[in-house]
């Protein structure tokens, strides 16, 4: 007579089961981990943005020489331009840290110019130079048909050590998880350095 081993192996349900509870814990743990890595990154945004733009301002009055900054939200990029012997904006390629950089797009910033809280009527810059934007005026500008103007700054940095008054926002809002928002602000006002505030729960 043979002894036959009765083994009962796992049902289909059972081995979901299994599946079901161990995506739940892996989720939840890469969601929290990537939440804690993005929140870090973003400051990390932050920081470059701040190092970079008062190293362009020390640039700009060591050298002599007009900069500015533009912004291009919709592309998530930013660059720092100079302005050439002809009063034109170039690139600033002096050195690659001043390229443009596109911050990932897990996160966003807003560039705000009018209304900040410390302008005031004595402002060092006056208004009829600038468009509503703050950039330098277009108005005069003859394009040819096979030169390419680059658009103006939103920001100056010039040589004399002044910039033009200004807010970044950086912003991390998560879309897929359970994270909180997470918020930094970089002002200026009349001159470097930057003012940092954040991390903020809210702009």
């Not at 993005?38 to 050298?63: C, G, H, P, T, W």
């Not at 919709?74 to 840290?97: G, H, P």
């Not at 208004?127 to 277009?138: I, K, M, P, R, T």
Request: negative net charge.
């Amino acid at each position: 007579m043979q002894i036959r081993a009765l083994q009962r192996g796992f049902t289909l349900i059972e081995v979901m089961l299994v599946l079901f509870i161990m995506g739940l814990a892996v989720g939840t743990v890469l969601f929290n981990v990537v939440g804690d890595d993005q929140s870090a990154l973003l400051k990390k945004q932050v920081q470059r943005f701040e190092v970079v733009f008062n190293m362009a301002s020390d640039f700009a009055i060591l050298n002599q020489q007009q900069l500015g900054l533009y912004v291009d939200q919709e592309k998530n990029t930013y660059a720092y331009l100079i302005l050439d012997q002809e009063q034109k904006w170039q690139y600033f390629s002096v050195d690659k840290v001043f390229a443009s950089h596109t911050i990932p797009a897990t996160f966003s910033f807003e560039l705000a110019l009018n209304d900040l809280p410390w302008e005031s009527e004595g402002s060092l810059f006056d208004e009829e130079g600038f468009d509503e934007q703050l950039s330098v005026s277009e108005d005069g500008v003859e394009i040819g048909e096979e030169e390419k103007l680059l658009p103006p700054p939103q920001v100056l940095i010039l040589s004399s050590g002044d910039i033009t008054p200004f807010s970044m926002s950086f912003i991390y809002e998560p879309q897929f998880n359970d994270d909180e928002p997470t918020y930094f602000r970089l002002n200026g006002e009349d001159s470097p350095p930057l003012m940092r505030e954040g991390p903020l729960d809210t702009l």
